[in-house]
């Protein structure tokens, strides 16, 4: 049986969820307007959810933040609006290999933000054949081709041909809900804003692959909007100030800093990693990282188990490489705490917990070993991304 994933504004009531044959679960987003609240998992009963169940998940945390956002639309209608800021220019940038069905998906989420401040670009990563371009005629977007494969590569040729202020990056196999742009993209105008990041949620949950994905390393970060600098956060965690598959970063400065490293993340040896990588930068230069949950996105999670396997085997690598690269560039004594903590409450639970009396094999145990598989192959992982970057040596430069 597969779990439904249901978006679901309360703010209109709550009603039983029919029509649910073939699940045996649901997940429900459930929001204010566009205020997410929280999530929740509930049985389905009869091809249903009934309206007492959702009932019942409005309570505690998620009930406090419905009443808040009731009441601050209150007293905002008895104040009168306040006067809305122009949006800054923007260009949404798309990077995608040999994807067309996913890039159509996303691109059909995105052509309503074109207008005079908002452009979208599509950056065709070392293309195969046509069919990412016939996407892009279909849509009527701009393409630029980068025939250096990987994903920083793409994102650093987005960064050079974007015109907006701001560039607001989604992965090619996510969707973007109507207001995500709106709130992507607010924080900038706080000048000491370097990036922002949305809240991701998984837009399908039909087989073991996908719902494994989601309980073992969910892109989830909470539904409350966080600012991350370095009186609050130290540089090395951050990888908790979002996912990069929905995220923006001020052009200038990421062009500046360059931050989008291009013998990292995917397509190169280190697998992934450079999103962290971009925000601990950021962090440690005295900017502020923006977490802003009303910029809601849904992703595609992987299929098939062979291809979750080799997800997290690259996110095993990239992890590591991105402590490593802390540790011996930048003297973060502070990334051996990080890398022994993920391996003490995340790995190591996992692996031994069949072992304790009571305790079963959980089907988590063979992710977390590709995980594993993909920390011990991070030490040389990091000295041939180091070698690649000698070689780069000119270009970057040049870049920086």
Request: glycine share 8%; aromatic share 8%.
């Amino acid at each position: 049986m597969a779990t439904k994933v249901i978006d679901l504004d309360v703010s209109q009531g709550c009603r039983p969820l029919t029509g649910l044959e073939g699940y045996d679960r649901a997940l429900c987003l459930l929001r204010w307007q566009d205020t997410p609240l929280g999530r929740v998992f509930l049985p389905v009963r009869e091809n249903q959810v009934g309206a007492a169940a959702l009932l019942q998940a409005l309570e505690g945390p998620m009930l406090y933040a419905a009443w808040r956002c009731l009441l601050d639309s209150r007293v905002g209608a008895a104040l009168g609006d306040t006067p809305a800021r122009s949006p800054l220019s923007t260009t949404v940038v798309v990077c995608t290999r040999n994807r067309p069905d996913d890039l159509r998906r996303c691109l059909a989420s995105l052509v309503g933000f074109a207008d005079a401040t908002t452009d979208v670009l599509v950056i065709d990563n070392d293309p195969p054949d046509d069919g990412t371009a016939e996407v892009c005629r279909a849509f009527g977007v701009r393409r630029v081709v980068e025939p250096r494969r990987g994903l920083n590569w793409a994102r650093s040729r987005g960064l050079s041909t974007a015109s907006g202020e701001v560039v607001a990056c989604i992965d090619d196999d996510a969707v973007a809900s109507p207001q995500w742009l709106e709130h992507l993209r607010a924080p900038f105008h706080d000048p000491i804003v370097g990036a922002a990041t949305g809240l991701v949620m998984p837009l399908e949950l039909e087989n073991t692959a996908q719902e494994q994905f989601e309980a073992h390393c969910t892109f989830v970060r909470g539904f409350r909007y966080r600012r991350f600098h370095a009186a609050n956060t130290q540089p090395i965690a951050a990888g908790r100030a979002g996912a990069g598959a929905c995220k923006a970063v001020r052009r200038r400065l990421a062009d500046a800093q360059g931050l989008f490293r291009v013998e990292m993340d995917c397509g190169t040896v280190t697998e992934s990693g450079g999103d962290t990588y971009a925000f601990y930068r950021l962090i440690a230069l005295g900017y502020t990282v923006v977490y802003e949950p009303r910029a809601l996105a849904w992703h595609r999670h992987r299929r098939d188990d062979n291809a979750l396997r080799r997800v997290l085997y690259g996110y095993g690598v990239g992890t590591y490489v991105y402590l490593l690269r802390c540790l011996l560039r930048h003297r973060e004594i502070v990334a051996v705490r990080e890398g022994l903590s993920w391996l003490r409450h995340h790995h190591l639970p996992e692996l031994f917990a069949p072992l304790l009396p009571g305790r079963r094999r959980t089907q988590a145990v063979h992710l977390t070993l590709e995980e594993c598989r993909g920390v011990l192959r991070a030490p040389l992982a990091y000295l041939l991304s180091r070698r690649r970057e000698e070689q780069l040596r000119p270009l970057i430069d040049a870049a920086e």
